[in-house]
C-alpha cells in the first residue's frame, strides 16, 4: 500500500509538469450550480469535450487510477465501463462516474456542483484529490460511495 502510494505521488507529480510545460495550466471552469450531462452525453458528444481529449488516459487526470485495474483505460473507454464483482469491478464504475464529473467540471457551459481542484457547491470537497483518495482506499465500499455520489450529480440535468 505504500508504494502505491509513492507511485501515485511520483505520477501525480509527473503529470502536472507534463500539462504545465507542454499544454499551459487548465482554464478551471468557474460555472457552478446544479446541472451535471451522464456519461452516456459525453461518450455520445466528443465534440463537446472541453480541456480533455477521448484519447487521453484516465491516468491523466487521476494518478490514483495508474495502480488500478483501468489504468491504460482512456477517457472515451471510461465512459462505457461497466461494474463487476471486487474491487476492480468498483474501480471501473467509479471510473465511469469520474469521467463523467471531470467533463461536467471541465465545461464552462455546465454549473456542476464539484470543482475539479478546488472545493465545490455545498461543501463539496475538491473532485480530482476525492476520485484519488477513493482510488488510494483499495475498498470497495468507498469507491462505490463517491460513485454514487457523482453519479447523482452526473444526473442533475445537462444544460448542453
Known amino acids: 500500500m505504500q508504494l502505491r502510494k509513492v507511485l501515485g505521488t511520483i505520477l501525480a507529480v509527473a503529470a ?3 500539462t504545465l510545460v507542454g499544454f499551459g495550466a487548465p482554464a478551471q471552469a468557474s460555472n457552478i450550480g ?5 456519461p452516456g452525453y459525453w461518450k455520445n458528444h466528443t465534440d463537446n469535450w472541453e480541456e480533455a481529449q477521448p484519447t487521453d488516459l484516465l491516468a491523466t ?3 490514483a487510477v495508474l495502480m488500478s485495474s483501468v489504468a491504460g483505460v482512456t477517457m472515451l473507454e471510461a465512459l462505457g465501463l461497466r461494474g463487476g464483482p471486487g474491487v476492480s469491478g468498483a474501480e471501473r464504475i467509479l471510473a465511469r462516474a469520474a469521467t463523467a464529473a471531470y467533463l461536467n467540471a471541465a465545461h464552462e457551459g455546465v454549473g456542476y456542483p464539484w ?5 465545490g457547491l455545498d461543501g463539496r470537497p475538491a473532485l480530482v484529490p476525492t476520485v484519488n483518495a477513493a482510488y488510494d482506499s483499495d475498498d470497495r465500499a468507498t469507491m462505490l460511495d463517491l460513485a454514487t455520489r457523482l453519479d447523482n450529480d452526473n444526473n442533475l440535468g445537462c444544460p448542453l
Open 115 to 119: 470543482r475539479r481542484n478546488r472545493p
Open 34 to 38: 446544479n446541472e451535471g450531462c451522464t
Open 16 to 18: 502536472v509538469a507534463v
Open 61 to 63: 487526470k487521476y494518478s
